[in-house]
Structures are given as structure tokens and as C-alpha cells.
Nanobody
């Protein structure tokens, strides 16, 4: 069983920055692809960034590309989401999720049900 704990959310003005962290328990963290999802009130959960297990590949949704950066430190079992130039529309609960390796499948999935472990979420609020 893997536990994921997010931190770093909060209230920030538009144009500001936040860095989210997601700490994972267990020794297999380095083998997981990690995703950051967000869900705003009344909207579906969406994948905004992801990183492959070996930090070879990253993914960003069009809405955050150029503003957000995903990274990971496998020695610390932690994945990060650096969020710059924040906009009010970035307001949401942000979740990190871990996807175990799946034979024959790409490391990347935007489908929440294809992730095996989830954090509890951290609120990000961007004021205008």
C-alpha cells in the first residue's frame, strides 16, 4: 500500500507562485509514473501534469504549459509541481496520483481510474 500526502497549497494572488509537494511512502516510488490532477467546483477532474518514473518524460495540459513544472526526487520519494503565473482559473483542489507500471501500456494516462494511489488533495485558491 502506498500513501501519498500533498502539501503546499494555499491562497495566492494572480501572478503569484506556489510549489506543491507530494510525499510517498514505500520503496517502489521510483517505479511509478506520477500525475497531478485538479478539480474545480462543478468541473471534472483533469490531469494537468505528469512525469514518468525515470524523469525521462513529462506531460502538461495546454492550460498550464509554460507556467507549471513537474519534477521528482526519487531519493526523497517526492514529486513536485511548481506553479508560476497563477490565474484565478487555476483555483481547484490539486491531487497527486501514482500509476504503477502496466505491461504494454504507455506510462502516461489522463484517466483517473488508471492511477492506483491518490493523495487527499490540497486546495489552491488564486485571487484576482
Amino acid at each position: 500500500q502506498v500513501q501519498l500526502v500533498e502539501s503546499g497549497g494555499g491562497l495566492v494572488q494572480a501572478g503569484g507562485s506556489l510549489r506543491l509537494s507530494c510525499a510517498a511512502s514505500g520503496s517502489a516510488f521510483s517505479s511509478y509514473a506520477m500525475g497531478w490532477f485538479r478539480q474545480a467546483p462543478g468541473k471534472e477532474r483533469q490531469l494537468v501534469a505528469a512525469i514518468s518514473w525515470a524523469y525521462i518524460s513529462t506531460y502538461y495540459s495546454d492550460s498550464v504549459k509554460g507556467r507549471f513544472t513537474v519534477s521528482r526526487d526519487n531519493a526523497k520519494n517526492t514529486v513536485y509541481l511548481q506553479m508560476n503565473s497563477l490565474k484565478p482559473e487555476d483555483t481547484a483542489v490539486y491531487y497527486c496520483a501514482a500509476r504503477t507500471p502496466k505491461y504494454g501500456s504507455s506510462w502516461l494516462s489522463s484517466l483517473g481510474f488508471e492511477y492506483d494511489y491518490w493523495g487527499q488533495g490540497t486546495q489552491v485558491t488564486v485571487s484576482s
